[in-house]
């Protein structure tokens, strides 16, 4: 529809519902209004599985405790090695001490045993035996790793004579107490003697026990 204004001629704009009935709602009525974003609702059955963040604090922590037990195993060993060095010093020391012991025996000069008790006496076993004063017992090792043991003094103090550990407690002596080596100890002893045949003397077999008393 046309209106004339004083000589100029206007058109005038049809309501929005004629234009509707001929051409449709315009697009802007059409138009779905944007949908909101909303944050979503937390589950609360699944609030407590959440990962936790690591703490860095922690984490320190942890690796000082593992650094501590390290350092622990560190001291312990070096101990160990320690406690070893040791050992082997304290064994060299005693074997040497004894390898000492037993190069002034063999150079100290035989001393002779009183007349008296060099005096061979008939044994009961048909052999004989002789008193002979001895002043210490070295403890050594046979063949088989097993001790053995002799006595040193008066004419044997050289070579010693043979004595079984089972004759030592006779002597007051324990045999777990001695050490490898010369052990002083001052007994009067009986000595059984053996004839030896290829040339006829009687030769030292070994300590029987205390000489008994005069």
Same mark, same amino acid.
């Given at each position: +529809?046309?209106?004339?204004?004083?000589?100029?001629?206007?058109?005038? %704009?049809?309501?929005?519902?004629?234009?509707?009935?001929?051409?449709? =709602?315009? =697009?802007?009525?059409?138009?779905?209004?944007?949908?909101? /974003?909303?944050?979503?609702? #937390?589950?609360?059955?699944?609030? $407590?599985?959440?990962? #936790?963040? =690591?703490?860095?604090?922690?984490?320190?922590?942890?690796?000082?405790?593992?650094?501590?037990? %390290?350092?622990t195993d560190i001291e312990r060993l070096v101990q160990i090695q320690a406690d070893h060095i040791a050992t082997t010093r304290e064994i060299w020391t005693t074997l040497n001490v004894i390898a000492g012991r037993l190069e002034t025996l063999a150079a100290a000069p035989q001393v002779a045993?009183?007349?008296?008790? +060099?005096?061979?006496?008939?044994?009961?076993?048909?052999?004989?035996?002789?008193?002979?004063?001895?002043?210490?017992?070295?403890?050594?090792?046979?063949?088989?790793? %097993?001790?053995?043991?002799?006595?040193?003094?008066?004419?044997?103090?050289?070579?010693?004579?043979?004595?079984?550990?089972?004759?030592? =407690?006779?002597?007051?002596?324990?045999?777990?107490?001695?050490?490898? $080596?010369?052990?002083?100890?001052?007994?009067?002893?009986? *000595?059984? /003697?053996? /004839?030896?045949?290829?040339?006829?003397?009687?030769? &030292? %077999?070994?300590? *029987?026990?205390?000489?008994? &008393?005069?």
């Amino acid at each position: +529809m046309d209106t004339k204004v004083t000589g100029v001629t206007t058109r005038r %704009q049809p309501p929005a519902s004629e234009l509707n009935a001929h051409f449709g =709602p315009s =697009p802007r009525e059409t138009t779905p209004a944007p949908a909101v /974003l909303t944050s979503p609702t #937390p589950d609360p059955a699944r609030a $407590g599985t959440a990962t #936790p963040k =690591p703490d860095t604090a922690s984490l320190l922590r942890e690796l000082i405790n593992v650094e501590k037990a %390290q350092l622990t195993d560190i001291e312990r060993l070096v101990q160990i090695q320690a406690d070893h060095i040791a050992t082997t010093r304290e064994i060299w020391t005693t074997l040497n001490v004894i390898a000492g012991r037993l190069e002034t025996l063999a150079a100290a000069p035989q001393v002779a045993a009183p007349a008296a008790a +060099m005096v061979a006496s008939p044994a009961t076993n048909g052999g004989s035996y002789e008193d002979v004063e001895m002043h210490a017992v070295i403890m050594t090792y046979d063949d088989k790793g %097993q001790p053995a043991y002799k006595m040193t003094g008066g004419k044997y103090s050289k070579f010693g004579v043979r004595i079984w550990p089972e004759v030592l =407690p006779l002597l007051n002596v324990d045999p777990a107490t001695l050490k490898p $080596g010369p052990n002083p100890i001052t007994a009067t002893v009986r *000595v059984a /003697l053996k /004839l030896d045949e290829s040339d006829g003397t009687l030769k &030292a %077999q070994k300590v *029987v026990g205390l000489a008994p &008393a005069k």
